[in-house]
């Protein structure tokens, strides 16, 4: 299941050592280690560094169907981000099926390169709310709430203040500052006086505060957002990437100090060897893997699987643990975007090419983003990505008072209806545990914490002359599954987002089309575009109904890109995949490290979450071993 990714420690007792490298194919004698990873995604690299660097000296091999990013400039450069993401080189794309709502075959992107999503993405810096933490450990997963979780993602960070001139704010005790991952503010970072005024628009319509830090707990705020940057030098001028393959293994490769790593790259882990599959828990003893460029040739051949018994059956595979809950819980947020054209009198330095373009933005033209233009000035600047304002409102300051506390009441209401519904399409296996995520997501969407997101980006997102903002509903209440379509696992899954299914996620991402609009009718923000392109008037007139902005919502969507749940951290009773250790349930020694864990959504990107995930596990993984 390519959207899960796992490690496996392996009680194996033979070492075998080498120097930290970076192969395309391992030698006969390369037989056993005591670690095996399964994917040198985000998470994955933070487990081979900080297992391989243990006193221990233990061995470790990360298996990677991706290639090593070193020499593809595209890879480390903020500014080619969507070039990055969208090709087909470097990203999965891993194809949905035909959706309910909308009718169309979405591409869920994610990395397929060392370093996986933190090579590829927005490297947008943001953290949860205490609340969505804490509630995660309410679910009966011991100290993974927001104190705990907050120390690893901490570790996992270096953060560099930039200058107040800029504009960003910073709590200085919510961050990190001797970690790995470069974190901070772009150099160059323009155009601040946009930025500056999406903040303020975003506290004249919602009543929000503004220069909140992102990470420290409280997210509910407008403010400029920190990035995964880092400059590579002090003089530098320019900052660069700080993905996991640059922050946490090359740095292991340049000292040279952690010399049982390996890592492969270029093959995919197809089946899992297990000693006795008559022993419960089950012990993996193995992993099986093939090239991708021959997958026919595969070493170590043993048995799979944990997943559900039925599914794996239904394709020819015999179930090892059956544990019907892998795979379901599917939780993406989807999007929508509302883009002007600049002020006519502000372009004397943009190339400001056809602003019919911006319509390519929405889907399912998507896969054309990297045909866009790009601003002259910011093609040659080399600073980073062009966003650096979120605003982050809680369902109250984007539905009002009245109408959110209805929505709330309406979404308890109906919380075991609902889950009910989802247990009998496949998409959980346990009605009481998903009726209390459910009311656990009410009480917190109740709260202070975001309900939605306002992304304000400039034209290195858009076709030259074109701004806007890009609007989510943060906690989607829909749930889809993830399901094996063949016993080959080359072959990608079959995937199920369920995307905007359940009327909560219509509702609040329709307000948030609505409030993006307001935002550019600020005094703050008028100023600076000239018409509207998307939705345009003509398809989406200023004075349309809820029903026809819904309509609007439903037929132009697109997948975020930020999926979690499918492995959830729960006990088993409650429909949950791994427990507190991340071990699979049912399995000795096979643990889920990455956002599939994540058992439902948070207000924030994934990224630095899914660090503090990978540095917690290793600090538990090295205390048990």
């Known amino acids: ?186 150099t160059p970072y323009a155009p601040v006086k946009l930025f500056r005024a999406f903040v303020e628009a975003c506290a004249q319509v919602f009543g929000i505060e503004t220069g909140k830090d992102l990470c420290a707990g409280d997210p509910n705020s407008a403010s400029q957002n920190s990035f ?54 089950a012990a ?18 043993r048995a799979t699987r944990e997943g559900n018994e039925k599914d794996l059956e239904s394709v020819g595979i015999k179930t090892v643990i059956n544990l019907p809950s892998v795979g379901t819980g599917l939780q993406d947020q989807t999007l929508n975007m509302v883009l002007y054209s600049y002020n006519s009198s502000l372009l004397s330095r943009y190339d400001t090419g056809n602003a019919g373009d911006a319509l390519k933005l929405q889907d399912p033209a998507l896969n054309n983003l990297p045909n866009l233009l790009v601003a002259e000035d910011y093609a040659n600047s080399a600073g980073g990505p062009a966003g650096g304002a979120l605003g982050f409102p809680s369902l109250q300051q984007l539905l009002g008072k009245e109408l959110a506390n209805s929505t709330v009441s309406e ?26 995520i459910f009311l656990a997501q009410a009480d917190i969407i109740n709260g202070t914490t975001p309900a939605a997101e306002f992304s304000q980006f400039d034209t290195v997102l858009m076709p030259p002359g074109v701004l806007g903002v890009i609007v989510w509903n943060l906690l989607p209440q829909s749930r889809g599954s993830v399901k094996l379509a063949s016993d080959d696992p080359f072959d990608y899954p079959s995937i199920d987002p369920a995307y905007l299914e359940s009327e909560y996620d219509v509702l609040v991402q329709a307000a948030c089309v609505r409030a993006a609009r307001a935002l550019f009718n600020t005094s703050t923000l008028a100023s600076f575009i000239g018409v509207e392109v998307v939705p345009g008037l003509s398809l989406l007139p200023l004075d349309s ?39 699979i349930h049912g399995s000795l020694n096979v643990r889920v490290v990455d956002a599939s864990v994540i058992p439902f959504q948070l207000s924030a990107h994934l990224s630095s979450t899914v660090y503090g995930i990978a540095e917690k596990a290793a600090s538990m993984i090295l205390a048990s071993a």
């Open 228 to 281: 995964s940057v880092h400059r590579p030098t002090l003089d530098s001028s320019a900052a660069v990437r700080s993905s996991s393959v640059i922050s946490y293994l090359y740095p292991t490769i340049a000292k040279s100090s952690n010399s049982g790593l390996s890592v492969l790259v270029g093959h995919q882990a197809t089946r899992i060897a297990w000693k006795d599959t008559t022993k419960v828990p």
């Open 545 to 583: 109904t809820v029903a026809k902005t819904e309509e609007f919502v439903r037929a132009s969507y697109a997948p975020v890109y930020h999926p979690v749940g499918t492995v959830a951290m729960m006990p088993k009773e409650m429909g949950g995949s791994v427990g507190p250790d991340l071990k």
């Open 1 to 186: 299941m390519k959207l899960t990714r796992a490690i496996l420690h392996l009680a194996i007792i033979a070492h075998t050592t080498f120097a930290t490298q970076i192969v395309s194919s391992l030698p006969d004698s390369a037989s056993t280690f005591d670690y095996i990873i399964v994917g040198g995604g985000t998470a994955g690299l933070v487990l081979a560094n900080r297992l391989s660097g243990d006193e221990r000296n233990f061995s470790v091999l990360v298996i990677e169907a991706g290639e090593d990013p070193r020499g593809i400039p595209m890879i480390e450069d903020p500014n080619q981000m969507i070039q990055l993401a969208f090709s087909k080189q470097h990203s999965w794309n891993w194809p949905t099926s035909n959706q309910t709502v909308g009718g169309k075959r979405h591409n869920i992107l994610g990395g397929k390169v060392l370093g996986g999503s933190s090579s590829i993405n927005g490297m947008v810096w943001t953290r949860g709310s205490k609340e969505q933490y804490d509630a995660i450990e309410a679910l009966g997963n011991p100290s993974w709430g927001w104190e705990e979780m907050q120390n690893h993602m901490k570790k996992a960070e270096r953060f560099e203040p930039s200058e107040e001139s800029r504009g960003t704010t910073f709590e200085a005790s919510a961050r990190g500052y001797e970690g790995m991952v470069g974190t901070g503010h772009p």
């Open 411 to 436: 979404l308890k209401r109906t919380a075991l209806v609902r889950a009910q519904a989802i247990v009998d399409r496949g998409a959980s296996t346990d009605v009481e545990g998903l009726w209390q």
């Open 284 to 301: 993996a003893s193995g992993v099986e893997f093939a090239s991708v460029a021959e997958p026919s040739v595969r070493r170590a051949v």
